[in-house]
Each structure stands twice: as C-alpha cells, then as structure tokens.
C-alpha cells in the first residue's frame, strides 16, 4: 500500500470513529417514544381471561351487566363477552367482540326482542355502545399500525405520573370509521393504563373526555391493572355515562362456549 493510501485509509477510519462517538446516544432515563409507550398500553389491556360483574349509568338510568374475557391465538385475539342481566326490558342484550390485534374487529349484538343477532361493520365502531356515550371503538384495543403516536408532554392525571401521547390515524378511512381525527391519552408511568383521554371529532373539536378511576391490580404475575370505574362525558350534550367496575376476577380459564353467538342467544 502507497504511503497516500495509507493516509487515505487512516483518515477514513478517524472520520468513522468519530462519527461513532459523536452519534446522538438514547440514555437509559430518556423518555420512551410514543410507539413504544402505546406497545406497553395495549399489552397492559390483555388478561389471560377475567369475569366480571359490571354497573353502567346513562345519565341517571343504570344498566347491569356481566362480562368475560379470554386471549386466543396465543394472544393475539382478545374475545369479550357481554350480556345484560337489568333493567327488564334490555335483559338478555348480549354483545360478544373478536378484538384482534391486526384487521377489523368483529363484533355481533343480539337482541332478545326481535329475536336475532345483527353484526356490526367496521364503519358503525364509532356509533354508541348500547346508547352510552362510549362507542363501540373506545371499548376495544387500537390496532397499533393504524396510528401515529407521538409524545408530547409528561404531565400528572389521577394523582399519578402520566406520558401524554396524541393518537392519530395513519388515514381518513380509519378516521370515519372511528369518528376522531385525534385522541390525546394520559398514560398512566406505573401501571401503562389510561387515566384521562381527550376526543377530537373529524373536524378536529374535542368532543369527549375520558376518566379513569380507582385502578387495581387484577393480574399480580403479569402486572396487569384495570380502573374499576371509566367516566365519559359527552361535551356537546352533556350527558356522561359511567363503566363501573363492581366484582372482577381474574380467570384464565373462563370458559370458551361464552365467546360464541349461540352463548349470546340463550335466554
């Protein structure tokens, strides 16, 4: 090799290792990105299976339902269940959703009076969830590569230490179909759940805010906490509905024939 080469060569390799030195580094205590706190919300919100004896208020009317949960497909999957035990005249109202981690979710309402059992499409997530102020769309997991997320601020919600992180869907098919252009969650440092949540219409108007109270641990193995009372208020009219939590267990082997139509069906 030619002294000139040599030289070359020597320089090239200085560039390269300062290169390396001077390369922006992510220390241990820096903030996460949004994608990565958003990863540990969705993981946070799947139980191995639960069972649970839940009161829904809209406005001053109160609703009693149950509930069941169970992954399958090695987790992928996340199946509910919900059936209505009071007042009378909603009785035996089941609702049974197919949550999947990619894909539309799929989800069936049977109706005791009209004796049937109507699928709704993915354009109708974001009609309400059995005249609540929830819709369908608040009540399952986001599909993760459907959004951006982006952190913006770190800021306190429910006495606790929260990332702030903006939602946003990647295009206006998945925008109309939800009903918001924007959703700003508060996520809880300790627990990956969502304390407070701020709902921006296609427009861009915040038109809901969520709520969230008196988290538990409900899976000590796994870490997993769920609030045991979710508040929507509608800011448009006023009205609020309530997801009160009354008796949860966790119950890895709920059973499977619950997460199926003909459950739903039986009266």
Excluded at 161 to 177: F, I, L, M
Excluded at 196 to 204: E, I, L, Q, R, V
Excluded at 228 to 242: A, Y
Aim: aromatic share 8%; hydrophobic share 40%.
């Amino acid at each position: 090799m030619t002294k000139t080469a040599q030289k070359f060569a020597a320089l090239t390799l200085a560039l390269a290792l300062s290169a390396s030195v001077l390369a922006p580094t992510r220390s241990a205590d820096a903030a996460p990105t949004g994608d990565e706190i958003m990863k540990k919300v969705a993981s946070a919100l799947k139980l191995a299976g639960s069972e649970a004896v839940v009161e829904m208020s809209i406005g001053a009317e109160k609703r009693k339902l149950s509930m069941a949960t169970k992954l399958f497909d090695g987790g992928k999957t996340e199946k509910r269940v919900y059936r209505f035990l009071d007042p009378p005249e909603i009785k035996g109202t089941g609702v049974l959703v197919f949550d999947h981690e990619s894909g539309a979710d799929d989800v069936w309402v049977f109706l005791p009076a009209m004796r049937k059992t109507r699928r709704v499409v993915s354009s109708d997530r974001g009609k309400s969830f059995m005249g609540s102020e929830f819709s369908y769309a608040d009540l399952t997991i986001p599909e993760l590569t459907a959004y951006t997320y982006t952190l913006v601020k770190e800021e306190a919600a429910g006495g606790e230490a929260c990332y702030v992180v903006d939602v946003v869907p990647k295009n206006a098919t998945a925008a109309k179909e939800e009903g918001y252009s924007k959703k700003t969650y508060w996520i809880s440092k300790a627990t990956n759940t969502v304390r407070k949540g701020h709902f921006f219409d296609t427009s861009g108007k915040h038109i809901k805010t969520l709520t969230s109270e008196d988290v538990k641990l409900v899976d000590p193995a796994s870490k997993r906490y769920r609030p045991m009372k979710m508040i929507m208020e509608n800011l448009q009219n006023g009205r609020k509905s309530v997801f009160k939590i009354e008796q949860i267990s966790f119950a890895p082997n709920t059973k499977d024939e619950y997460f199926t139509t003909a459950f739903i069906e039986r009266t």
